[in-house]
């Protein structure tokens, strides 16, 4: 059974810094996406960023490109996803997800429960 479980969100100011993780088990693939997802309040799933695990491509969406980076820790495999110059619009709750298609969250099988991420001014 595949499990996600993130972690590493909290509340931060405007400018700085948070890195989130998701440690991902049961998953027997060699070559498949994961991505990172936000959804605030009132709004839809968007795509953040995604990787093709096995390849190294990665996949950005337009609002953090340049800010953030997606990467899988090479020693215990986890998801991870370095945000920087952070801005209040990127408050939302933060979910890691597996075996998709780059940025369509429609496509992902596979979820965790979401850390949310709060950016004050």
């Known amino acids: 059974q595949v499990q996600l479980v993130e972690s590493g969100g909290g509340s931060v100011q405007a400018g700085g810094s948070l890195r989130l993780s998701c440690a991902a088990s049961?998953?027997?693939?060699?070559?498949?996406?994961m991505g990172w997802f936000r959804q605030a309040p009132g709004k839809e799933r968007e795509g953040v960023a995604a990787i093709y695990i096995g390849v190294g491509s990665t996949f950005y969406g337009d609002s953090v490109k340049g800010r953030f980076t997606i990467s899988q820790d090479n020693t215990n495999k986890d998801l991870l996803l370095q945000m920087n110059s952070l801005k209040p619009e990127d408050t939302a709750m933060y979910y890691c997800?597996?075996?998709?298609?780059?940025?369509?969250?429609?496509?992902?099988?596979?979820w965790g429960q979401g850390t949310q991420v709060t950016v004050s001014t």
């Open positions: 997800a597996a075996d998709g298609m780059g940025l369509i969250h429609s496509a992902y099988k596979y």
């Open positions: 049961g998953y027997k693939a060699s070559r498949y996406f």
